[in-house]
T-cell receptor
């Protein structure tokens, strides 16, 4: 089955700096890669996703890049703000896995004011 | 308006008891899920229902039994609770059961078994 590894497990940055979280996946048939943000006491919320026919996607301060050859994808947050502090999860799925998403282990991002 | 709501938010109970968690979504989605998040924040799918039909049943003890009375509701009943069942349980829904259909999560039920 699919295996998703996520690094780093914790990340601390100063407000205004950029943050990068990286994930690798094992199943070359994976074709959908969402990122979820989980704030304290809440459920994960989708913030951006990318499909395998696209190499990069941006939405304001967040962007995701995908390298299918190397089987890794990354989340980039620019101009970080204290409200970006949360746990971020990457995930991957394939068509044949149906609705089964495999999540990474999460990254606790702390943005220091 | 809460899109995916689950109750209770906190559940403290003793080993051996039976408990239920309820979930409702008002998004009109066809597919609902139960996920378990352990103390290390790892998220793992337990069950998935599409239009009241079970489509994913991961390796979960049969003490856990999901029930979907209609496509807007998915409840989780747990028998003979054990200490290792302590975790946060998240209900989620998606428009379809397709792999690229975004998940909408509830805010979780923190289960503590003493």
């Amino acid at each position: 089955g699919e295996n998703v590894e996520q690094h780093p497990s914790t990340l601390s940055v100063q407000e205004g700096d950029s943050a990068v979280i990286k994930c690798t996946y094992s199943d070359s048939a994976s074709n959908y890669f969402p990122w979820y943000k989980q704030e304290l006491g809440k459920g994960p919320q989708l913030i951006i996703d990318i499909r395998s026919n696209v190499g990069e996607k941006k939405d304001q301060r967040i962007a995701v890049t995908l390298n299918k050859t190397a089987k890794h994808f990354s989340l980039h947050i620019t101009e970080t703000q204290p409200e970006d502090s949360a746990v971020y999860f990457c995930a991957a799925s394939t068509v044949r896995s149906g609705s089964r998403l495999t999540f990474g282990e999460g990254t606790q991002l702390t943005v220091n004011p | 308006d809460t899109a995916v709501s689950q109750t209770p938010k906190y559940l403290v109970t003793q080993m051996g008891n039976d408990k239920s968690i309820k979930c409702e979504q008002n998004l009109g989605h066809d597919t609902m899920y139960w996920y378990k998040q352990d103390s290390k924040k790892f998220l793992k799918i337990m069950f998935s229902y599409n239009n009241k039909e079970l489509i994913i049943n991961e390796t979960v003890p049969n003490r856990f039994s999901p029930k979907s009375p209609d496509k807007a509701h998915l409840n989780l009943h747990i028998n003979s609770l054990e200490l290792g069942d302590s975790a946060v349980y998240f209900c989620a829904s998606s428009r379809s059961g397709q792999a690229d259909s975004p998940l909408h999560f509830g805010n979780g039920t923190r289960l503590t078994v003493t």
